[in-house]
Nanobody, 123 residues
């Protein structure tokens, strides 16, 4: 089993930045890919960004050039740097991990999930 704990969410004004962190514990050595998803009220959970063990990154079109995902394997931690935030970025952000290497996949393809962290962007 792998446990994921997110941190770094909060309230920020439009145009501001936040950095989310996701610390993994447990059988982390099985993990090949990590990612971030988000879910706004009334919406389905959507892919935001992912990174595989080779450090290749993938982004949803809506966040390309604005968000950056990175991974520190020594700390078993993945980060999501979010810049130029907009009110439509408001959501609960979830960290996810999977035992296979592909990252641009829907929620059902991921094996482990964190509890989520709230990000609220005010206008």
């Amino acid at each position: 089993q792998v446990q994921l704990v997110e941190s770094g969410g909060g309230l920020v004004q439009a145009g501001g930045s936040l950095r989310l962190s996701c610390a993994a514990s447990g059988r982390y050595f099985n993990i090949r890919a990590m990612g971030w998803f988000r879910q706004a009220p009334g919406n389905q959970r959507e892919f935001v960004a992912g990174i595989n063990s080779g450090l290749s990154t993938y982004y949803a079109d809506s966040v390309k050039g604005l968000f950056t995902i990175s991974r520190d394997n020594a700390k078993n931690t993945v980060y999501l740097q979010m810049n130029s935030l907009k009110p439509e970025d408001t959501a609960i952000y979830y960290c996810a991990a999977r035992n296979q290497g592909s990252v641009d996949l829907p929620p059902l393809a991921w094996d482990y999930w964190g509890q989520g962290t709230q990000v609220t962007v005010s206008s």
